[in-house]
């Protein structure tokens, strides 16, 4: 009955929703600059039609946030400070997990959230004991310190609960190690454990959830047999969060920014288009769910990513539609190959120039990152894409935001913003 009047309730106040969200859904795209979600909107248009079809990107946008860290890091983040930042609302050097310059642990909105009754979780492409979904359930001074992480994820104790309930992303090498082994230990305090992301289907809704698929990060989206996979890691999180109380999750696009690292357009486009899909399905949670907040950011942009490049005035993102797999694994099967041209044709979607058929064919079966390399350069070449950095920029960053509270996240906001706003709006003073 107590369900039924609830959906009653929030059917009727639909005109006068609260503005104090019971769940919070805080979705990061490591690494996604402005470029990113630009590229994603031509590489996504139907070019049958004359117009410029909006994505999911445009629909939800509500401004921009700076991505500075502390002083002592200048003015280009790391995906540490960055989620510290987002997480905690407090500035601090590179590299740090939830801590502050003088290393001293700062509250994050998960932690709070779980001190105050909430479910918590994270759903993530990395290792779940990467900088980004570190920065919301661990503290150490330094990102590095993976093995010490996982081990807090188990260790410590938030409300005397678990920090997270649900967890799902990589990290085999991190949680099952000789000196210790972690799925056991969640297995034996009653967690439920997957290792692959078919199961996620058959898992019980009411018990805690531990789901690792990779050794470190997840496979490309474009090299897995589900190319939604965040979006199934996403929903799956979702149901077995709600309840009563509320929830607050962490989603992260971690390889936006890997594939910023490795200027690699092909693999940036199979990761957007797994946010994508992912954000879509949010937009319509929260239409279903109007007591629910999604908020979309990047803490950094990655690779100085750009649309048009050598002075040319086009960017043809068509070149990178119909690719068979990432890159990556383009160039692994290139390698082994006799017969290249024609097996690059037929996995890149497009037939090859002369020019390119040579680079392809001088693909030799030694040096893998020349492999890569040799791939990435046409796809460049190909769509005139541009990279300034293996690194990070210091650009803002996009910011999306649907749901109840989600106007306090409009215009030109500093990225501890967004962690001020969700403590205010999960009712701290
Ligand atoms: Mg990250
Ligand atoms: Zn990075």
Redesign the pocket.
Known sequence: MKFVSTVLLSTICMGAIAQEPKNVIMVVG??MGPAYTTAYRYFSDDRNTPEVERTVFDRLMVGMASTYPAPVSGYVT??AAGATALSSGIKTYNGAIAVDVDKEPVKTVLEWAKEHGMKTGVAVTSQINH?TPAGYSAHNESRKNYNEIADSYFDRKVANDFVLDVMLGGGWQYFKRDDRNLIAEFTAAGYEYVDNIAALKDTDETKPLLGLFADQGLNWALDMPDKQRLQTLTETAVKHLENDKGFFLLVEASQV??A??SNDVGAAMGEMQDLASTMTWLEEYVDTHPDTLVVLTA??S?GGFTIGANTVYKWEPQWVQNLKASPFSIAKQLMKAKDKAPLASDLLGFTLTGEEKSAIESIDTEDEEVAYQTVKTLLDLRTNTGWTTG??TGVDVPVFAKGPGSDKFRGSINNTQVADNIFTLLGRE
């Open positions: 490591d690494g790391d995906s900088a920014d890997w910023g690292h803490d950094h990655t690194g990070h």
